[in-house]
């Protein structure tokens, strides 16, 4: 058994995954938009995780879980349950590694994604869009295949490696007053918020996520877990519902979740790719759409946000 997420209490096992996908893993570069930092009033700092391999930061925690996996835990292969990034990174590190991925998918994840994951070896098997269907199915393919399941978010490993984005983003830009970060399973904000206040302990952490898809704001409002029924966001990454070990870390460590419209999502991907000239997914605008929509204060800081992503089907863009 893993050590329980609990015990991830300090920068050590942050630390040690980036040892671990130092080699394989991109060190993505940080901008920053000086017409958006004039419009906000603050100097706004981009880590840039859409040129991360796969295209998001989810390759972080699928290569920190599967490079460290034990020969007989490998054996057999790994699976896991997705909409995309994290699919990818699954099937890319399994190829890296050298063992077979199974993934299942919900039937409405983006068609990029699928073809991504297939061009990186998985074998896919679709489900309904709901938690209920991908966990019952991503059951059903371990118990035909005997692979070991990577959790996309409840897993101690996934958060270290998603929590070395922060670490490198600190290390580089160690001014950062306030961090931000979406939130959907809550893997990068958690591991997010550990890497921060280990680095700098008065350092603010905020998750942004979808108002119709809030389980994380409410959960964190509440104090207790509560899941998502939503899965109608443009925000195919925050589908999913928080995940009980993140939550763990997000009640303590983390100062605040916001949420944004669906609106303000389209509206701040657009100023990104249109000033920015950066490709970035619904799920990363969420943040930028947090700030653009006022709903966090930072007149006079230095603000940090994590793109988390930037694999979307041209296909069908929201403009």
Not at 61 to 71: H, P
Request: hydrophobic share 40%; proline share 5%; net charge negative.
């Amino acid at each position: 058994m893993h050590k329980s997420l609990l015990t991830i209490s300090s920068l050590e096992d942050i630390k040690k995954a980036h040892e671990v996908i130092k080699p394989y893993a991109h060190h993505t570069p940080v901008f920053s938009s000086s017409q958006l930092s004039k419009r906000l009033n603050a100097k706004v700092f981009f880590k840039c995780e859409n040129l991360q391999k796969v295209g998001a930061f989810k390759f972080r925690g699928a290569s920190n879980a599967i490079l460290t996996l034990s020969d007989t835990e490998a054996k057999k292969g790994v699976a896991t349950h997705s909409s995309g990034n994290h699919a990818q990174a699954v099937a890319l590190a399994a190829r890296i590694k050298g063992i077979p991925a199974y993934v299942v998918m919900p039937e409405n994840a983006p068609k990029v994604k699928v073809d991504a994951v297939r061009d990186y070896g998985a074998e896919i098997t679709f489900c309904a869009s709901t938690l209920e269907a991908r966990e019952t199915t991503v059951n059903e393919v371990v118990a035909k295949t005997g692979a070991t399941i990577i959790h996309p978010y409840n897993d101690p490993r996934i958060v270290a490696g998603q929590g070395t984005a922060a670490f490198e983003f600190l290390s580089t830009n160690p001014e950062l007053d306030i961090i931000l970060t979406p939130v959907g399973g809550g893997g990068l904000l958690s591991g997010t918020a550990l890497a921060a206040k280990g680095l700098k302990p008065g350092i603010i952490v905020i998750g942004a996520e979808p108002e119709v898809a809030d389980d994380a704001f409410r959960s964190f409002s509440q104090g207790t877990l509560l899941p998502n029924h939503n899965t109608s966001t443009i925000a195919d990454g925050l589908r999913t519902s928080l995940g009980e070990l993140p939550f763990s870390i997000i009640k303590d460590q983390v100062d605040e979740i916001v949420t944004v419209s669906e609106e303000s999502i389209v509206s701040a991907m657009r100023f990104i790719w249109e000033r920015m000239n950066i490709i970035i997914e619904p799920s990363s605008a969420v943040p930028v759409a947090a700030l653009m929509e006022g709903k966090v204060d930072i007149a006079g800081k230095n603000v940090g946000i994590i793109l988390s992503g930037g694999n979307i089907d041209l296909d069908h863009l929201p403009w």
